[in-house]
């Protein structure tokens, strides 16, 4: 938004990317976040009268929000919402200048575009994947890699050879 002041700080808790966090399980994380991010953005321009560039940036966030909104909806957060609370520690506070802000609200509409219909259950690695009918380990939790990450330790377990030829 271009009349914000260049020093105002939009608040957003937000998940740096991460190789080991699949974009679509990232927009779990971050998509709830811009919601409420915007949302109290939207009520501070609420509270300010007589000004049209304030009714004009309350009408684009408002627009900001309605979109975001959406794409929660999109997302099917019930099937996501225990990953969202089990990875809560993952979130770092941050104060970004519209610009920044923006650029972070776009780049969060361009993944989702990029991933498209994928609605997997989402999963943080936690650990190393083991065979499911060995007795002998124990695993603690359910993880998904990447495919990115998931074919090239399929190429490492079948020898060194393979992978040479990528």
Wanted: hydrophobic share 35%; glycine share 4%; with cysteine.
């Amino acid at each position: 938004v271009g009349n914000l002041p260049n020093d105002y700080m939009i608040t957003l808790k937000y998940v740096p990317k991460m190789d080991s966090l699949p974009d679509h399980c990232w927009l779990h994380l971050m998509v709830p976040e811009f919601s409420r991010s915007l949302h109290n953005l939207l009520q501070k321009f609420s509270d300010i009268s007589d000004m049209s560039d304030v009714l004009s940036n309350y009408l684009i966030i408002n627009n900001l929000t309605r979109i975001i909104n959406d794409l929660m909806a999109c997302l099917a957060f019930d099937k996501n919402k225990d990953f969202v609370k089990e990875n809560g520690h993952l979130y770092e506070e941050g104060h970004f200048i519209p610009e920044d802000f923006f650029r972070h609200f776009n780049n969060t509409i361009e993944v989702y575009k990029e991933s498209g219909d994928r609605l997997d259950e989402c999963f943080l690695p936690s650990t190393v994947e083991t065979p499911e009918h060995d007795s002998r380990v124990a695993v603690t939790k359910t993880f998904l890699f990447p495919p990115v990450a998931a074919s090239s330790l399929r190429n490492d377990s079948i020898g060194s050879s393979t992978s040479s030829n990528s």
